[in-house]
């Protein structure tokens, strides 16, 4: 019965930056692997970034050298640090969790966040 809660979200323009949280509810973030992902109207959603338990980190091309995911297991969160923002980047951020690492990064976590939208203006 696991939840997880993003927040952090909002509006920045073209080449400013954002800090998005996860954090859970009712369990420690310390039992599972974490993502990120996005989605933008009219697109599939798409891998943002992954971390593992231990500390492993995974991303998609086009947020790689960008965006830095990191955790604190002590604190139960997840973080997604987004520079240089692009107008590109504009979707909604959700949160994920399971238990495997891999199942993370292919998209097939059995927990998922309400998501946090983020806008990046021109």
């Known amino acids: 019965q696991v939840q997880v809660v993003e927040s952090g979200g909002g509006s920045v323009q073209a080449g400013g930056s954002l800090r998005l949280s996860c954090t859970s509810t009712?369990?420690?973030?310390?039992?599972?692997?974490m993502g990120w992902f996005r989605q933008a109207p009219g697109k599939e959603r798409k891998f943002v970034a992954a971390i593992s338990r231990s500390g492993f980190r995974t991303y998609g091309e086009s947020v790689q050298g960008r965006f830095t995911i990191s955790r604190d297991n002590a604190k139960n969160l997840v973080y997604l640090q987004m520079n240089s923002l692009k107008p590109e980047d504009t979707a909604v951020y959700y949160c994920a969790a399971d238990m495997s690492f891999s199942t993370v990064v292919a998209g097939d976590s059995g927990i998922w966040g309400q998501g946090t939208q983020v806008t990046v203006s021109s």
């Open positions: 009712g369990r420690t973030f310390s039992d599972y692997a």
